[in-house]
């Protein structure tokens, strides 16, 4: 069984640095082919895709969001780590991990619930 | 990477079908979609354009013609009621997603 949890805090102030981890279980990322990506929705709004890495530490980031991204994994305890950097409020959203098994299903096919950030002075 | 282009609503009776298209994905080959309930994390619905994941009932249907894909609900539901994202797929070297602007669909 698939399951994904995001983890962190749920406030901060601006230009502060938000690191949200993501613990998973039911596959491992040294799997050939299994990746994790992070994505957000602000409230009310659409979806957005921040980052992704593979079990060959490969790393993708979303070009307007490049230089404030890092991700990163720590197989041993199954989990994935996203920092941000310089918060602002518009970065204000749920955040989430997803699975994707790349060259099979190249899709986001199970979840995290979802931790909501609220970036305020 | 461009959002892509959803109607904000669609809607049906109970037992019609209502199509969602999105708009853009011409130069993408992978298309997916999500079904979100409020509060909720998203579901893959589709994959690959067509395929459905285990456990998602053949109502649901994808296709892409030229620029535009479509999701397809037949025989409405009242549980069908929720938002839809569609998302494309670029890999290689700069590999990205990118999500549709989102389509609340009501069952009347």
């Known amino acids: 069984q698939v399951t994904l949890k995001e983890s962190g805090p749920a406030q901060l102030k601006p230009t502060q640095t938000l690191t949200l981890t993501c613990t998973f279980s039911?596959?491992?990322?040294?799997?050939?082919?299994?990746?994790v990506s992070w994505i957000r929705q602000p409230p009310g709004k659409a979806l957005e895709w921040l980052a992704r890495?593979?079990?060959?530490?490969?790393?993708y980031y979303n070009t307007s969001l490049r230089t404030r991204l890092t991700i990163s994994k720590d197989t041993s305890k199954n989990q994935v780590v996203l920092t941000m950097t310089n918060m602002d409020p518009v970065d204000t959203a749920t955040y989430y991990c997803?699975?994707?098994?790349?060259?099979?299903?190249?899709?986001?096919?199970?979840w995290g619930q979802g931790t909501m950030v609220a970036v305020s002075s | 990477q461009s959002a892509l282009t959803q109607p904000p609503s669609a809607s049906g009776s109970p037992g019609q079908s209502v199509t969602i298209s999105c708009t853009g994905t011409g130069s993408y080959k992978y298309v997916s979609w999500y079904q979100q309930n409020p509060g909720k994390a998203p579901k893959l619905m589709i994959y690959?354009?067509?395929k459905r994941p285990s456990g998602v009932p053949d109502r649901f249907s994808g296709s892409k013609s030229g620029n535009r894909a479509s999701l397809t609900v037949s025989g409405l539901q009242a549980d069908d009621e929720a938002d839809y994202y569609c998302?494309?797929?670029?890999?290689?070297?700069?590999?990205?997603?990118?999500f549709g602007t989102g389509t609340k669909v009501t069952v009347l």
């Open positions: 997803a699975r994707v098994v790349t060259a099979q299903l190249d899709a986001f096919d199970f």
């Open positions: 890495i593979d079990w060959d530490d490969d790393k």
């Open positions: 690959e354009v067509t």
């Open positions: 039911g596959f491992s990322l040294s799997t050939t082919g299994m990746c």
């Open positions: 998302s494309a797929y670029a890999g290689g070297n700069n590999l990205y997603y990118v």
